[in-house]
């Protein structure tokens, strides 16, 4: 029998780091449609909650986190600082190992470790870490294995920890205990709570971008988030080099007053006094004159992001006019075609089908393949419908695609059949009961239906969700009528 670090009780559903910063765009540099990740599908012998999941990245986060450093969780999984403050070229990194006794898989479960370790040791959101985790594993997929590549970007100290045998990860599953060594681009900009801690830019060139057009959608909430993370990283530098300015400036300053006081006292003071004096001063010029020298690198440094800013804006802002030109009629309100849901009983309760219907005639002109809705409310995300039906024998949120009807993204949680489903595309989030162990919560989903958070009390599965400005309404398990923090989904 399988064991398994994964998925929530009764149905078991298989679930998908201070002073450097994750290099985001880095990250994000390589997408390739041909990642597919085969995942485990048998049965189970354990299973582990979403918080035991995301404790392992907690722990590794907590962990030895000096230069060169490895904090290890039970000789199962590793994560090697591998920084080289010395080393101005190349980009460092963490690397977490996935060691022979990890039992980890499902890559939504290395997502959620990953993401665990980006939250404690960066302070990212949920949101961010899931996204940025996302990337690391297919950039690894990507170039799994490709030596070189990682040798022609990354710092000695970096490679020294890789061989072309483990860097990066494979596609299935069973290749991961042992041969994994999964590379986050670290940047030297900041630590904690900067966002600039993963470079977004890096993630988004020309192979990624090619890639993510060939979705329906071309992946413009995706790439918008990583644009808009690239520039608040861009404004933090900015605010940076602008603080270095004034250091330099105050210290120039300084400088020159010593050297007009030494000037003064040229008659009074000894010889010897006089030479140690000078050298210090020229000292602390030479040292200035390096600053200065690496803030005018940094500027160019900006000055490139922000025109490859610019250049991903338009792209997306043309993908958009692409994406809205294709979108056939149904997408707009035409009342020839009504989307409708229709039931049947199945198993002794009625389960939902999505079809369009003739507005005039109520002729049915073409139905959904999933046929197995628990949710009685469709609701709207972007180009897509937002339902909960069965899927592999439990109930899961699911996005259809609204011309073709198809399912387009699954969600790996286990939600309640009939849980309200309440999406709030200003946040980019989509709330919903979900089941962790063998209790009922309110689960926080990004996007791509990755479940980013849980809420620290159980609810009442029939429970109405009502987001506010800074909370979220939610009926507890004992009926009291409770806010939950929108950030965290805490009491």
Same mark, same amino acid.
């Given at each position: 029998m399988k064991t398994l670090i994964s998925a929530l009780l009764l149905f078991v559903v298989p679930l998908a780091l201070v002073a450097l910063e994750v290099d985001r765009e880095e990250l994000e540099s390589q997408i390739t449609r041909a990642v597919e990740f085969q995942n485990y599908q048998g049965p189970y012998e354990r299973v582990d909650t979403i918080e035991a999941i995301r404790s392992i990245g907690a722990a590794l986060a907590a962990g030895p986190r000096g230069a060169g450093e490895t904090a290890d969780y039970f000789g199962r999984y590793q994560m090697i600082h591998a920084v080289d403050p010395e080393q101005p070229q190349g980009l460092d990194a963490d690397i977490l190992v996935i060691l022979d006794g990890? &039992? +980890?898989d499902h890559i939504d479960n290395i997502r959620r470790i990953l993401g665990a370790? @980006? %939250?404690q040791a960066y302070h990212y959101s949920a949101s961010q870490a899931w996204r940025i985790a996302e990337f690391v594993t297919i950039y690894n997929a990507i170039y799994r294995g490709e030596l070189d590549f990682f040798a022609g970007r990354y710092k000695p100290v970096v490679i020294e920890n890789l061989s072309a045998d483990n860097v990066g990860i494979a596609v299935r599953y069973s290749e991961w205990p042992g041969k994994t060594r999964l590379v986050t681009p670290l940047s030297s900009a900041a630590g904690p709570g900067e966002i600039g801690s993963v470079d977004a830019l890096a993630l988004t060139d020309e192979r990624v971008v090619e890639e993510l057009r060939t979705r329906p959608d071309m992946a413009l909430e995706e790439r918008r988030e990583m644009v808009d993370l690239a520039e608040r990283a861009i404004e933090e530098q900015e605010q940076r080099i602008e603080r270095e300015a004034e250091q330099i400036a105050a210290e &120039?300053?300084? +400088?020159?007053?010593e050297r007009e006081q030494i000037d003064q006292e040229r008659e009074t003071i000894g010889e010897q006094e006089l030479e140690e004096r000078e050298r210090t001063i020229a000292e602390r010029e030479d040292?200035?004159?390096? &600053? %200065?020298?690496? @803030? /005018?690198r940094e500027r160019d440094e900006v000055d490139t992001r922000i025109d490859e800013v610019r250049e991903r804006r338009e792209e997306i802002a043309e993908d958009t006019r692409t994406v809205m030109e294709r979108a056939p009629a149904a997408l707009v309100d035409d009342i020839r075609e009504v989307l409708? +849901?229709?039931?049947r009983m199945r198993g002794g309760r009625p389960l939902g089908q999505l079809v369009i219907i003739d507005g005039e005639t109520a002729t049915v002109l073409r139905r959904s393949e999933l046929d197995t809705l628990t949710s009685r &409310? +469709? %609701?709207r995300w972007a180009n897509d419908h937002l339902v909960v039906a069965e899927r592999d024998g439990a109930a899961r949120l699911v996005r259809v695609d609204s011309a073709s009807l198809q399912p387009s993204t699954v969600g790996s949680a286990e939600l309640f059949p009939e849980s309200a489903v309440v999406p709030r595309p200003d946040r980019g989030e989509i709330f919903a009961v979900v089941r962790d162990g063998e209790g009922w919560y309110l689960g926080k989903f990004n996007s791509s239906l990755a479940l @980013? /958070?849980?809420s620290s009390v159980r609810v009442d599965p029939f429970s109405y969700?009502?987001?506010?400005?800074d909370v979220v309404y939610v009926q507890r398990s004992d009926g009291i009528i409770v806010g939950l923090s929108l950030d965290d989904l805490s009491q």
């Open positions: 990890g &039992r +980890v370790y @980006l %939250e &120039r300053e300084a +400088v020159e007053r040292a200035i004159a390096a &600053r %200065e020298e690496a @803030l /005018e409708f +849901v229709q039931t &409310r +469709v %609701e @980013l /958070e849980r969700i009502a987001p506010a400005q």
